[in-house]
């Protein structure tokens, strides 16, 4: 998909008219139908995809058809619109919270322009009050005596194919960040909403490729990439000759052992791509150092989730492998790797989803004896938790100045700050591992950070142009630091990130580029027995 | 693109350029694709990258680690970049097929990064 340059689109963010109508709004938001051209929407999910899902225990991906979002009919099933009504009640039903977000809202407008989607495209719909008005007035409508009786007067309306699209529209140009919800007076989650709108399309074979097709690898093979056990391994192997190529040292992972302590999961991008291949690097550095009783899984080799993306029954299937597979090598608990959704599901779900994991125990620290009670019901840590412990108890022999050639800022991933409260460890370790690092500004990091404007799987092609307009307030704070400071790298704890960001650094700030947080402690490292080379640029140098 | 003639007879590709039938590929066929995205004439360390994709694919039934490709066949690392811009190309000529999540993005043109199926 080609894009506009860089200078124009800058331009075009703050001055221009919308992105949906090529105009200032005139007319009341009823009234604006959702246009779908050629980079305003992902593709839809392939038949063959929907029906794959559909035929898999405990899910439920009906209506699978070949349907496109430009045409005028989206052959939607003839009772579609009891379906999406009926989908409704089933959820207000069950989940009380939809309910209060439903009732709730006063339309105060706080989270208007907290919304990366609105402040990059200045589409009023990206509004996320007006975002979650696109489902609350069929709410009203269906559901509430002010709506039934008073109709459009009382911000009701009736369900139609043209709300319907709007739907897809806007449910898939939202990332669940949840920045809104912090400004929110009442506490809204959109992502919630988001979630909700999501769930209720695939009720009607409405969907997109990039979530459906990773969901299915992942149920066929354990990973997104759908990497077969021996491929996934061989992977590992071929980071496990690189270290030994950077430091001299060689590392020794095992794979689906039993009786090891722990159970490491990542995410499978970690093990098939720049930049995440650092960061696995990080990880087989880091363990070998403090000598790890650890095991990879090739059957829980998936850290993230997109059934997160799509409905609960996929994210809960999809979820189980990780108690399943520790309950098999019979291990004591669960590190997870640096991924940002992956979080949010372990650590809002997965207890109460498929657990209790009562087979396992409260995390300890075979290093440091530390104890994580506040994992005790999970038995899942963050890497970034196991981590900052051992620099607290000066496990490792950390030698900063390897990584000066790093100007390092940090990007709070939405899911692990906003999700999980996971705001020191990171910068603890950044203290502890580089030399220089600087925080962007405060609206811009912790809790009010800025999504990366490509997360819950909309990180694909074919809408460029809508990822680069949703990351722009983030690219921008990352731009200041660089102007600013020199900053040079950016980074992360969050699998998504690495690889959208890279894309959103090379198009904003191209001076930038983008690092797991693990890469830069492995290459701080010092090993025994090391016979390390010259690395100017760290466990990245071509040697 | 659809289809493309070598030495008379008719290979089909599907609609972003992929080989269909895994038993059409021949070096000729794989010089005809490189045609099509631009790399012509195939030279020496070329060849060597798509025979080496073409092993890697049946054993592994994966994409590469691109560096790793560089490893095996003594080429120094980037080499798929440096040789073909974009890595998919490569994979194109080897005759073998869109691989889900898999795609290179580039917002210059020059600079070709796998944006795959993250976690």
Same mark, same amino acid.
């Given at each position: 998909?080609?894009?506009?340059?860089?200078?124009?689109?800058?331009?075009?963010?703050?001055?221009?008219?919308?992105?949906?109508?090529?105009?200032?709004?005139?007319?009341?938001?009823?009234?604006?139908?959702?246009?779908?051209?050629?980079?305003?929407?992902?593709?839809?999910?392939?038949?063959?995809?929907?029906?794959?899902?559909?035929?898999?225990?405990?899910?439920?991906?009906?209506?699978?058809?070949?349907?496109?979002?430009?045409?005028?009919?989206?052959?939607?099933?003839?009772?579609?619109?009891?379906?999406?009504?009926?989908?409704?009640?089933?959820?207000?039903?069950?989940?009380?919270?939809?309910?209060?977000?439903?009732?709730?809202?006063?339309?105060?407008?706080?989270?208007?322009?907290?919304?990366?989607?609105?402040?990059?495209?200045?589409?009023?719909?990206?509004?996320?009050?007006?975002?979650?008005?696109?489902?609350?007035?069929?709410?009203?409508?269906?559901?509430?005596?002010?709506?039934?009786?008073?109709?459009?007067?009382?911000?009701?309306?009736?369900?139609?194919?043209?709300?319907?699209?709007?739907?897809?529209?806007?449910?898939?140009?939202?990332?669940?960040?949840?920045?809104?919800?912090?400004?929110?007076?009442?506490?809204?989650?959109?992502?919630?909403?988001?979630?909700?709108?999501?769930?209720?399309?695939?009720?009607?074979?409405?969907?997109?490729?990039?979530?459906?097709?990773?969901?299915?690898?992942?149920?066929?093979?354990?990973?997104?990439?759908?990497?077969?056990?021996?491929?996934?391994?061989?992977?590992?192997?071929?980071?496990?000759?690189?270290?030994?190529?950077?430091?001299?040292?060689?590392?020794?992972?095992?794979?689906?052992?039993?009786?090891?302590?722990?159970?490491?999961?990542?995410?499978?991008?970690?093990?098939?791509?720049?930049?995440?291949?650092?960061?696995?690097?990080?990880?087989?550095?880091?363990?070998?150092?403090?000598?790890?009783?650890?095991?990879?899984?090739?059957?829980?080799?998936?850290?993230?989730?997109?059934?997160?993306?799509?409905?609960?029954?996929?994210?809960?299937?999809?979820?189980?492998?990780?108690?399943?597979?520790?309950?098999?090598?019979?291990?004591?608990?669960?590190?997870?790797?640096?991924?940002?959704?992956?979080?949010?599901?372990?650590?809002?779900?997965?207890?109460?989803?498929?657990?209790?994991?009562?087979?396992?125990?409260?995390?300890?620290?075979?290093?440091?004896?530390?104890?994580?009670?506040?994992?005790?019901?999970?038995?899942?840590?963050?890497?970034?938790?196991?981590?900052?412990?051992?620099?607290?108890?000066?496990?490792?022999?950390?030698?900063?100045?390897?990584?000066?050639?790093?100007?390092?800022?940090?990007?709070?991933?939405?899911?692990?700050?906003?999700?999980?409260?996971?705001?020191?460890?990171? &910068?603890?370790? %950044?203290?502890?591992?580089? #030399?220089? =690092? *600087?925080?962007?500004?405060?609206? +811009?990091?912790?809790?009010?950070?800025?999504?990366?404007?490509?997360?819950?799987?909309?990180?694909?092609?074919?809408?460029?142009?809508?990822?680069?307009?949703?990351?722009?307030?983030?690219?921008?704070?990352?731009?200041?630091?660089?102007?600013?400071?020199?900053?040079?790298?950016?980074?992360?704890?969050?699998?998504?990130? &690495?690889?959208? %960001?890279?894309?959103?650094? #090379?198009? =904003? *700030?191209?001076?930038?580029?983008? +690092?797991?947080?693990?890469?830069?402690?492995?290459?701080?490292?010092?090993?025994?027995?090391?016979?390390?080379?010259?690395?100017?640029?760290?466990?990245?140098?071509?040697? | 693109?659809?289809?493309?003639?070598?030495?008379?007879?008719?290979?089909?590709?599907?609609?972003?350029?992929?080989?269909?039938?895994?038993?059409?590929?021949?070096?000729?066929?794989?010089?005809?694709?490189?045609?099509?995205?631009?790399?012509?004439?195939?030279?020496?360390?070329?060849?060597?990258?798509?025979?080496?994709?073409?092993?890697?694919?049946?054993?592994?039934?994966?994409?590469?680690?691109?560096?790793?490709?560089?490893?095996?066949?003594?080429?120094?690392?980037?080499?798929?970049?440096?040789?073909?811009?974009?890595?998919?190309?490569?994979?194109?000529?080897?005759?073998?097929?869109?691989?889900?999540?898999?795609?290179?993005?580039?917002?210059?043109?020059?600079?070709?990064?796998?944006?795959?199926?993250?976690?």
């Amino acid at each position: 998909m080609a894009i506009v340059k860089v200078d124009k689109l800058a331009k075009s963010v703050f001055q221009g008219p919308s992105l949906m109508t090529g105009s200032y709004p005139t007319k009341d938001w009823m009234e604006v139908p959702a246009v779908f051209k050629p980079g305003n929407f992902a593709y839809p999910a392939k038949k063959e995809k929907v029906e794959y899902m559909n035929s898999q225990q405990g899910l439920s991906f009906p209506n699978a058809r070949e349907w496109w979002p430009e045409d005028d009919d989206w052959k939607l099933p003839e009772n579609w619109k009891e379906i999406i009504i009926n989908g409704l009640k089933d959820r207000l039903d069950k989940f009380r919270s939809l309910k209060i977000f439903m009732d709730c809202c006063v339309r105060c407008g706080a989270c208007a322009d907290k919304c990366h989607f609105f402040l990059g495209t200045g589409d009023p719909k990206n509004m996320p009050v007006l975002r979650a008005e696109l489902l609350r007035s069929v709410y009203r409508n269906d559901f509430t005596l002010a709506g039934k009786l008073l109709g459009k007067m009382a911000g009701a309306r009736e369900m139609t194919v043209g709300v319907l699209k709007e739907w897809f529209m806007y449910a898939y140009q939202c990332t669940e960040c949840r920045r809104c919800s912090v400004f929110c007076p009442y506490g809204i989650d959109q992502a919630e909403i988001t979630m909700m709108m999501r769930e209720m399309l695939h009720l009607v074979g409405v969907g997109i490729n990039w979530i459906l097709e990773p969901a299915s690898n992942s149920n066929r093979t354990g990973n997104h990439m759908g990497l077969q056990p021996h491929t996934f391994k061989d992977n590992v192997d071929f980071l496990v000759d690189d270290v030994e190529n950077l430091t001299g040292v060689r590392v020794e992972p095992t794979f689906n052992r039993k009786g090891a302590e722990i159970l490491f999961i990542t995410p499978s991008a970690d093990v098939f791509a720049e930049p995440g291949l650092y960061t696995a690097m990080g990880y087989l550095i880091l363990f070998h150092a403090i000598g790890l009783d650890y095991t990879w899984s090739t059957y829980a080799s998936e850290g993230g989730n997109f059934g997160l993306f799509t409905n609960n029954q996929t994210m809960k299937k999809l979820n189980a492998k990780m108690y399943a597979e520790a309950k098999r090598l019979g291990v004591k608990y669960i590190i997870g790797g640096e991924c940002g959704h992956m979080w949010r599901v372990l650590h809002q779900y997965m207890d109460t989803m498929n657990g209790p994991a009562d087979f396992l125990e409260v995390p300890k620290s075979p290093i440091t004896s530390t104890v994580f009670d506040n994992a005790a019901s999970t038995k899942m840590i963050h890497i970034s938790e196991f981590t900052a412990d051992l620099i607290k108890n000066n496990k490792l022999n950390i030698d900063k100045s390897r990584n000066d050639h790093v100007y390092a800022t940090w990007h709070d991933s939405c899911n692990t700050s906003r999700g999980m409260g996971l705001l020191e460890e990171p &910068r603890y370790i %950044l203290d502890n591992v580089v #030399n220089n =690092w *600087v925080d962007m500004p405060e609206n +811009a990091i912790r809790e009010k950070t800025f999504c990366c404007g490509s997360g819950t799987g909309l990180n694909t092609d074919e809408i460029m142009e809508i990822r680069m307009r949703g990351g722009l307030p983030r690219a921008n704070a990352v731009k200041y630091v660089h102007e600013r400071y020199g900053v040079n790298t950016l980074g992360c704890v969050c699998a998504i990130d &690495r690889a959208t %960001l890279t894309s959103l650094m #090379n198009y =904003w *700030v191209p001076e930038v580029t983008v +690092a797991g947080l693990t890469e830069l402690v492995g290459n701080s490292l010092v090993l025994e027995g090391e016979q390390r080379q010259e690395l100017d640029e760290g466990l990245r140098t071509l040697v | 693109m659809g289809e493309i003639t070598v030495a008379g007879k008719k290979i089909a590709l599907d609609e972003d350029g992929f080989l269909i039938n895994q038993d059409d590929w021949n070096h000729e066929v794989a010089r005809e694709i490189a045609k099509q995205v631009d790399i012509a004439p195939l030279d020496e360390e070329q060849l060597e990258i798509i025979e080496f994709m073409r092993n890697y694919y049946k054993k592994f039934n994966a994409f590469p680690i691109l560096n790793y490709v560089c490893k095996h066949v003594d080429q120094p690392k980037q080499c798929v970049n440096n040789e073909f811009i974009n890595p998919m190309k490569a994979w194109k000529i080897a005759g073998l097929p869109k691989l889900s999540g898999v795609h290179f993005v580039s917002v210059d043109g020059k600079n070709y990064l796998m944006e795959d199926f993250p976690g």
